[in-house]
């Protein structure tokens, strides 16, 4: 501000544009802003910006109510990452040239994500690990009251190797027991809590009505970029797919469950738009016949409990369409659900 005063620059410019990054390391960041933003109303453009969860809190959100819009900022959409490839798609039909450099992209996308620098870098992997550990110590342990951060550091390490799968405390908690390790089950929500808020990880609970069962049962921990999980966990692509779809879903803002019969069929999401329901299955490669029968089968289950007459299957690269039991199951390749504009 003293800068902004010295060089006149509010009488120079019609409007000055202020940037503040990682402010939320300073205490009261909020006050200052607030009082600035309300002196040069109109001259004076703010952006706040910073690695936090935190950042949207209703205490600041009372505090600047009125002034301020919010967005988070996730690593690059596919789309996004063709164009870091010097690919742009202006065309909905796509030539046998592009497709093939398509999927040769995606599975660069799905191995290492969509991070900018680790997308232009040549050393990718020291790069996601030198990340991942950047964010655990710099973002989580600096800034959370961590009392074990071994704790910390091996429940963020599994997380990572274990994307789309179901996730308990309580068995999380009796792991760590059987080690000799003492950590209780609210603690390890807590330490969960404190990566989301630093954008590792997000998660998925059970579709329900009653947000009891919700909380109750297992949920689905997904890594905010697909390059954590193939650094920690190897090259699961059946994960992998399924953690690709679940970021897409987050960039969507849609409202995500997973579903599960009682005889434990799953199906990967339910994605709820008011009163309306989908639902989508993951398989990687159902020309695997078993693997598809077995997705299929929990498919319909899902189906005719909610009553829908069509779901969606992604797939890495199958297409097709099919009825089963009068109902139209349609096979979906990755590449063109993530490039596609619809919110299913």
């Known amino acids: 501000m003293e800068y902004i005063y010295a060089e006149q620059l509010l009488k120079k410019n019609k409007k000055v544009y202020l940037f503040l990054d990682e402010v939320q390391r300073i205490a009261g960041w909020e006050r200052f802003v607030r009082s600035i933003y309300d002196e040069f109303k109109g001259k004076l453009k703010i952006f706040v910006s910073g690695s936090s969860a935190n950042l949207l809190s209703q205490d600041y959100a009372k505090l600047l109510t009125g002034r301020h819009l919010s967005t988070i900022v996730l690593p690059l959409s596919f789309r996004e990452f063709l164009t870091f490839k010097d ?46 550990s950047d ?38 908690t009796r792991y760590f027991k059987s080690r000799g390790i003492k950590v209780s089950t609210p603690t390890l929500i807590e330490y969960f809590r404190h990566m989301k808020n630093a954008f590792l990880f997000f998660d998925n609970t059970i579709f329900s009505y009653k947000i009891k069962e919700q909380m109750q049962y297992p949920r689905k921990i997904y890594a905010i970029d697909c390059g954590f999980a193939s650094i920690a966990g190897g090259e699961n692509l059946g994960r992998i797919c399924e953690n690709t779809v679940a970021v897409e879903l987050l960039r969507r803002r849609a409202d995500t469950f997973y579903w599960k019969s009682r005889s ?77 504009r619809s919110k299913i």
């Not at 961590?146 to 799968?165: H, T």
């Not at 009163?275 to 989508?280: D, T």
């Open 87 to 132: 690919l742009k798609l202006e065309d909905k039909i796509f030539t046998e040239k592009q497709e093939s450099l398509i999927k040769k992209y995606l599975k660069e996308y799905m191995t290492y994500g969509g991070f900018p620098e680790v997308v232009l870098g040549s050393q990718k992997d020291s790069m996601l690990s030198q990340l991942f």
């Open 135 to 172: 964010i655990v110590s710099r973002d989580i342990l600096s800034r959370a009251e961590i009392r074990n951060e071994n704790v910390m550091e091996e429940l963020s390490n599994y997380c990572a190797a274990n994307v789309s799968n179901l996730f308990s405390f309580g068995k999380m």
């Open 264 to 340: 434990q069929e799953e199906v990967d999401f339910i994605v709820r738009e008011k009163k309306k329901i989908s639902a989508i299955q993951v398989c990687y490669d159902p020309e695997d016949e078993d693997t598809k029968k077995r997705e299929i089968k929990a498919l319909l289950k899902c189906m005719n409990e909610f009553g829908l007459k069509e779901a969606h299957v992604i797939t890495f690269d199958h297409e097709d369409r099919e009825n089963v039991d009068n109902k139209k199951i349609y096979y979906v390749p990755l590449w063109k659900y993530l490039l596609e």
